[in-house]
Structures are given as structure tokens and as C-alpha cells.
T-cell receptor, first 114, second 111 residues
Framework: GNSVTQMEGPVTLSEEAFLTINCTYT??????LFWYVQYPGEGLQLLLK?????DKGSNKGFEATYRKETTSFHLEKGSVQVSDSAVYFC?????????????FGSGTRLQVQP | ETGVTQTPRHLVMGMTNKKSLKCEQH?????MYWYKQSAKKPLELMFV???????ENNSVPSRFSPECPNSSHLFLHLHTLQPEDSALYLC??????????FGPGTRLTVT
């Protein structure tokens, strides 16, 4: 079956540091890949997505590239801010299986210190 | 209202109470979902509805009863819950097979 593996957190960084959160996946077909962000007390918000190999999703300074050869979709940001402190979820949608729901990773908590 | 809304945002209930959570999506999507998010646990998919028909039930106890009267509304009826059911309940919608959009969640506390 499909699965998503994320690096365990928390990830603690100083403001303006470079961020990488690793995500790898297993899928039977050719999935679409997503990063969601959850701020304290809120629901999940779609951060970015990529629908095919070599696509790069980007939003709010965050980027992730769909790497089919390494089955990865790592999230990066060049300079984090305190306001980026949140939990980040990697997810996939495998339309080839006909399953409608996304498969989520376990989430990675990011703490950015001033 | 825009996006996905959920009411109430917070709910405290005793184990013998009956209550309902409501979700409404204003995005014209054809699928809706209930998730449970507990502290230090992965996000758990509970139910999936597509065009009002339930397509997934992930072994959820019968004390949780979903209802989807139309493509825009989704309810989760709760009765005789246990303290371990305390969690954040998230509703989402999507235009299959694309990304899901989430509501802000209902924080449920069972006493």
C-alpha cells in the first residue's frame, strides 16, 4: 500500500536558518505530492503541491521538488522566520488506486527561535 | 463564508451525552472527510464520502456516526464517548482526485 515517511521532530532552528524537512514515499502508481502546514489551534492548510516527476511546488518561500528516482519530496526554505513555527505534513494522492483520501506522513514539528 | 467551516470549535461533553459536529464546505467539492488528530499520534482518517455516499470507514467505533445529507454538509454524531476520544476532529473536502481543504477543527474533550 501507499505510505509516507517524514523525519521525526521537533526540528529546532534559529531565525534565518536554512530548513530541510525530509519526506519519502511509497506508492503503487504515480502520485501527486503535497505539503500541508498546521499552525497551533488550526486545521491543516495546503502549502504546496507537485503533480508529476521533476515538478517543483513553491509557496511563501517554501519549495519542494518531486523526485521520482529517489521517491522523495523534501521541503526546503532558505531563511525561516519565527512565524514558520508549525507542524508540517507530507502527503500523497494516488489516483491510480482509485482511493480518494490522501495518505499523510506523521508530521514534523518545526520550532524557530528568535 | 468561504472554504470549509466547522462548528462548534470547542466541545466538552460527558460520556453519556449525545452531541453532533457539523462541517460545511463552500467550494463545490464532491468529497468530504472526517479525520481524528490526537496528541502525539498520526492523523487518522475516519470516514470518506463521495457524492453523499460513504466510500471508506476505517474501523471506526459505532459511537461515531457520520451523516452526509448533501455534498456540502457533513455531520459526525457522537454518543457514549470515552475519554480517549478526546481529540481534534478535522473535516476536509476535495474535488476528487485533487488536494483536500481542511476546516479549523473541533476540539473535543470527553469528561
Amino acid at each position: 500500500g501507499n505510505s509516507v515517511t517524514q523525519m521525526e521532530g521537533p526540528v529546532t532552528l534559529s531565525e534565518e536558518a536554512f530548513l530541510t524537512i525530509n519526506c519519502t514515499y511509497t506508492a503503487t502508481g504515480y502520485p501527486s505530492l503535497f505539503w500541508y502546514v498546521q499552525y497551533p489551534g488550526e486545521g491543516l492548510q495546503l502549502l504546496l503541491k507537485a503533480t508529476k516527476a521533476d515538478d517543483k511546488g513553491s509557496n511563501k518561500g517554501f519549495e519542494a521538488t518531486y523526485r521520482k528516482e529517489t521517491t522523495s519530496f523534501h521541503l526546503e526554505k532558505g531563511s525561516v522566520q519565527v512565524s514558520d513555527s508549525a507542524v508540517y505534513f507530507c502527503a500523497l494522492s494516488d489516483k491510480d488506486t482509485g482511493r480518494r483520501a490522501l495518505t499523510f506522513g506523521s508530521g514534523t514539528r518545526l520550532q524557530v527561535q528568535p | 463564508e468561504t472554504g470549509v467551516t466547522q462548528t462548534p470549535r470547542h466541545l466538552v461533553m460527558g460520556m453519556t451525552n449525545k452531541k453532533s459536529l457539523k462541517c460545511e464546505q463552500h467550494l463545490g467539492h464532491n468529497a468530504m472527510y472526517w479525520y481524528k488528530q490526537s496528541a502525539k499520534k498520526p492523523l487518522e482518517l475516519m470516514f470518506v464520502y463521495n457524492f453523499k455516499e460513504q466510500t471508506e470507514n476505517n474501523s471506526v467505533p459505532s459511537r461515531f456516526s457520520p451523516e452526509c445529507p448533501n455534498s456540502s454538509h457533513l455531520f459526525l454524531h457522537l454518543h457514549t464517548l470515552q475519554p480517549e476520544d478526546s481529540a481534534l476532529y478535522l473535516c476536509a473536502s476535495s474535488q476528487v482526485p485533487y488536494e483536500q481543504y481542511f476546516g479549523p477543527g473541533t476540539r473535543l474533550t470527553v469528561t
